[in-house]
């Protein structure tokens, strides 16, 4: 069976041939641009060849009542999933065969009547489907064969199917844009005649032959050119049809954005998502693009085959808040019923966290950030090291979120530095850490080389990365990296096994020990060192420090580490708090915010996959130095804060503090 063919000409009089979308659009209200959104929700179904009763619950009243509580600036619904199957009456095709009611023409009303954008959601690489019924279109794996869910980015799907059925249901609905999922995340290295033709060279089959590193980037550039066409094409003819495709320069494609997408987005998941979002964030937040990211309204039990265990409101506006700090837009996802139905329950939940969301939203929307520490994230070592086209990466980059978590534990405010943009920011922070990546490579190392010398305070972590500076900082290195068990001195002997390199100090000033058995008395090692390079310094951790915390959060790991930093960054608001008070400092409209996020209790487990409760912490104490500010205000309690004078320092106090406040001090 192939899909019939359409042309530009029939694409050219779709808006004509929909009296539907027409109908819809009769004197609609404003809609927010993607780059002016806040809130948002998504819904996705998947449609497949098995659904019977798609879009038979979808009702206006229903789609009113939920718009009208949650209050969305957009709503991205489902139109095409992985199974390929389209989820509207379509000329382009393939329509799921249980399509009851058109579920996105109700949408585009309703939605058109509040001046909501409506986005869809649409499968882009991963089309099964059209796999099937042309095995020509597949991706080819090592071994030859095809695979049976990808398509081949170098092949004719883009042209042949996915820019029509993009076309169309842009036309047909007055549709605002499209979330294209199953992208980067689901392709991987194409074996197919067209890539071994253009590659050149004798193609390796895996990581062990020649010319390895060049076939990965031979086919991630091969991606960037199916994006940009496909976005071109849809925007030749629909130019204000607005375009994400999921996860592209974020953490999974840590690259600088070149693409013609309009935004990036994301959509986090598993347990400790809070930590997943941090790291998420801070990377989008560096990228100069308009961006947010989608928390899973439901938690999949990995530990178990239980299924979706649904969120409470408190667990997700505590997630929230880790978006919307760092100014990104937020979006809840929720799976109605095969037949479009969302329970009343789920309902509530989203307009409670909508309340919540705009609740913050003139101190955190359109804010910059105040550079204090920076952690610098590697595109350089995972594209060298792990395989992959894309991520996500997995445990790779978790020493970049072991370090950033640790930092936050100590109530610091954090930023994520990409490589690629080190050079341009590093002068900006006080404080810049490079976490144990493996080959960060010579660009970053100099980067960082002239950043301490000019006066900075630089701390590099890892077995490897201790010989890219050991000449600069006069250390020797003993042999080569081993995994070592390891204990670090905390408030108990923190462990830290993993790969360590041992280090002679030479001119090097040891700043802590760590050793081989739970016995501090004899038998240190180097731990830490530190050394004067130009008019900064530089302390060195030859060993898996930000891998380790992102494994264990022990209190021991986060206080050798606090160690090391304390003593050599001030920061430009001291906060006395619990370790789960996550601090974010920003600025807007001349005003210094001063986000306190409290993520006591936040979940962690699968065996305990949601969070009913979080409790109160305070008082939280801040400093903000010896210039008494104009004012302190708290939002969104809207009070101010008294100010008092201790130790030369003005200060003020929040007895109690909830889920998400801001201190706005005006100077």
């Given at each position: ?20 979308a027409?109908?819809?659009?009769q004197?609609?209200?404003p ?8 809130f ?20 206006p ?5 939920l718009?009208?509580?949650a209050?969305?600036?957009?709503v ?11 989820g509207w009456p ?19 009303a309703?939605t ?14 991963w089309?099964s489907?059209?796999?099937?019924r ?25 042209d ?14 007055s549709?605002d844009?499209?979330w ?22 004798a193609v390796p089959?895996s990581?062990?032959?020649?010319h ?10 091969q ?5 940009r066409h ?12 607005q ?18 997408v ?30 947010d ?24 506006k ?6 919307l ?18 329970e ?5 939940t ?8 705009r ?11 105040v550079?204090?520490?920076g952690?610098?994230?590697s595109?350089e070592?995972l594209?060298?090291?792990t395989n ?8 790779a ?7 950033l ?14 490589d690629?943009?080190?050079?341009r ?6 404080f ?15 980067t960082l ?13 890892g ?14 290195l ?8 390891c ?23 040891v ?12 038998g ?40 090391l ?8 608001v ?29 979940q962690v487990?699968g065996?305990?996959s949601?969070?009913?409760?979080v ?7 801040l ?11 708290l ?9 008092s ?13 909830g889920?998400?406040s801001?201190?706005?001090?005006r100077?």
């Open positions: 069976m192939k899909f019939p063919a359409i042309t530009r000409r029939q694409l050219g009089a779709l808006a004509g041939a929909f009296p539907a027409a109908r819809s659009m004197n609609p209200k809609r927010l641009r993607r780059a002016e959104s806040y948002g929700l998504h819904f996705d179904l998947h449609p497949n060849e098995q659904d019977t009763v798609l879009g038979r619950d979808v009702t009243e229903m789609v009113g009542a718009l009208d509580a209050k969305p600036d957009f991205q619904y489902d139109s095409k999933g992985h199974p390929g199957w389209l379509s000329q382009v095709g393939p329509s799921a065969p249980g399509i009851v009611k058109d579920s996105l023409e109700i949408w585009r309703e058109a009547k509040r001046g909501v954008a409506l986005y869809i959601h649409f499968s882009g690489v089309d489907e059209a796999v099937r042309h095995p020509e279109w597949a991706r080819v794996r090592p071994d030859d064969k095809p695979e049976p869910n990808q398509t081949s980015t170098f092949g004719p799907y883009a042949r199917l996915m820019i029509p059925q993009l076309r169309e249901a842009a036309a047909k609905y549709l844009g499209a294209v999922d199953g992208e980067c995340w689901a392709t991987n290295p194409d074996y197919c005649d067209a890539a071994v033709r253009g590659f050149g060279k089959r990581a062990k032959d020649p390895w590193l060049e076939w990965l980037e031979f086919n991630r550039e991606f960037r050119r199916y994006v496909y976005v071109d094409e849809v925007h030749k003819t629909n130019p204000q049809f375009i994400a495709s999921n996860w592209l320069y974020s953490t999974f494609v840590p690259e600088e954005p070149s693409l013609p309009d935004f990036l987005s994301g959509d986090y998941l598993g347990n400790a998502s809070i930590s997943t979002a941090r790291l998420e964030a801070r990377y989008l937040a560096q990228t100069g693009k308009p961006w990211l989608m928390a899973w309204g439901f938690q999949q039990a990995q530990s178990n085959s239980i299924g979706h265990v649904h969120k409470p409101a408190v667990q997700l505590q997630e929230a808040g880790v978006v700090a760092q100014s990104g837009g937020f979006q809840i996802y929720y799976v109605p019923s095969r037949a479009g139905h969302f009343e329950s789920h309902v509530r989203m307009a409670e966290v909508g309340r919540h969301c609740s913050v939203q003139r101190v955190s929307q359109k804010t910059e950030t550079p204090q520490i952690v610098v994230f595109k070592t594209y060298r090291t992959k086209l894309f991520g996500g990466w997995g445990k980059s978790d020493p970049a979120r072991g370090w978590d640790l930092l936050l534990a100590c109530n610091w405010s954090v930023d994520v530095l990409p690629w943009k080190l050079e920011i590093a002068a900006q922070y006080p810049i850490v490079l976490p144990d990546w493996a080959e960060p490579g010579e660009p970053v190392k100099q080389l002239g950043y301490a010398r000019a006066g900075g305070r630089l701390l590099v972590s077995a490897k990365n201790a010989l890219l500076f050991v000449q600069e900082m006069g250390v020797r003993n042999g080569t990296p081993s995994e070592q068990p204990f670090v001195r905390g408030e108990v002997l923190g462990n830290a096994k993993g790969l360590w390199q041992d280090i002679e100090p030479g001119s090097a000033k700043l802590a020990e760590r050793f081989p058995v739970m016995d501090s008395r004899s240190g090692r180097p731990a830490a060192v530190a050394s004067t390079v130009g008019n900064g310094e530089i302390v060195l951790v030859p060993g898996p420090i930000g891998s380790v915390y992102a494994a264990t959060h022990a209190e021991a790991v986060r206080q050798f580490g606090e160690s930093v304390a003593p050599r960054f001030t920061p430009l001291r906060v006395a708090a619990p370790p789960t008070v996550e601090v974010v400092l920003r600025r807007k409209e001349g005003q210094l915010l001063v986000h306190l996020l409290n993520t006591t209790n936040m487990a065996d305990y949601t969070t009913e409760y409790p109160p912490v305070g008082p939280v104490r400093s903000l130095g010896r210039q008494k500010p104009g004012a302190v205000r939002v969104p309690e809207d009070r101010g804060l008294v100010l004078q201790r130790n030369g320092e003005w200060t003020t106090e929040i007895p109690t503090l889920m998400h801001v201190a706005v001090v100077s």
